[in-house]
């Protein structure tokens, strides 16, 4: 199995849901704060590998959710300076397993990547579900 550095956003649901299946799998998860890790654009870049700059972002996040920022508008180097200025505005979460990287958590993907014990079903367990006043997915 597999050690990730899981870049996530402290308290917010879906990253600990996300975690949880990672350890069901049989992974070492190491959490850490992608808030206040000092991102570099080279290496933060590396984790979107060829995903189109619209899936390199959070949007769930306030700029994106209200208007303020539109993804589809925005070249490679824009995205970067953006993300590095107001990490909010990553996708999450970012994981590392040795030198591959991944940028979001579709199950399959992931399963392709490092494998995850099979659950039976196949669930959304990247969207914020909001399910309650308490959920904390970065929406501020």
Not at 49 to 55: A, F, K, N, T
Not at 68 to 96: F, G, K, T, V
Not at 121 to 132: K, N
Request: proline content about 6%.
């Amino acid at each position: 199995m597999a050690t990730v550095h899981f870049y996530e956003k402290p308290g917010c649901a879906s990253n600990t849901r996300q975690k949880k299946l990672l350890e069901a799998a049989g992974h070492r998860v190491v959490a850490l704060d992608i808030l206040t890790e000092p991102w570099q654009e080279e290496r933060l870049r590396s984790f979107f590998g060829e995903l189109p700059v619209r899936d390199w972002f959070n949007y769930s996040a306030p700029p994106i959710k209200y208007g303020e920022i539109d993804p589809d508008r925005l070249s490679e180097q824009q995205a970067l300076a953006l993300m590095l200025e107001n990490p909010l505005l990553i996708r999450r979460p970012l994981m590392q397993a040795g030198d591959s990287v991944m940028a979001g958590f579709d199950q399959q993907a992931v399963d392709n990547w490092i494998g995850l014990q099979e659950t039976g079903t196949r669930q959304d367990i990247e969207s914020c579900p909001r399910l309650s006043a308490s959920t904390n997915c970065g929406h501020d």
